[in-house]
Nanobody, 122 residues
Framework: QVQLVESGGGVVQAGGSLRLSCAAS????????MGWFRQAPGNEREFVAT????????YYADFVKGRFTISRDNAKNAVYLQMNSLTPEDTGVYYC???????????????WGQGTQVTVSS
């Protein structure tokens, strides 16, 4: 079992930026794909981005392409989400997850942490 702890959320104005971090512990995770989901008030949890174990493959939801960048640091067992040009529609709880590969992360993630709140004000 892998423990995931998200951090870096906060309150920002529209057009601002945030960098989310997720630290993994308990088991080695360098060979697993990782990713981010989010859940806005009144909505289902939705896929945001994923990255392969070697950072060779990345996939993004259409609504964040060109604004968000996912990256990872295997030496630190961490994955990051750089969010730029934020809008109020990006408001929600952001969750880190892991899976066997990027396809699994996009469709059936194994688990996720407690999440970190992102609030974008107008």
């Amino acid at each position: 079992q892998v423990q995931l702890v998200e951090s870096g959320g906060g309150v920002v104005q529209a057009g601002g930026s945030l960098r989310l971090s997720c630290a993994a512990s308990g088991r080695t995770t360098s060979t697993s794909a990782m990713g981010w989901f989010r859940q806005a008030p009144g909505n289902e949890r939705e896929f945001v981005a994923t990255i392969s174990w070697d950072s060779a493959l990345t996939y993004y939801a259409d609504f964040v392409k060109g604004r968000f960048t996912i990256s990872r640091d295997n030496a630190k067992n961490a994955v990051y989400l750089q969010m730029n040009s934020l809008t109020p529609e990006d408001t929600g709880v952001y969750y880190c997850t892991t899976g066997l590969n990027t396809g699994i992360v996009r469709t059936r993630p194994n688990s996720w942490g407690q999440g970190t709140q992102v609030t974008v004000s107008s």
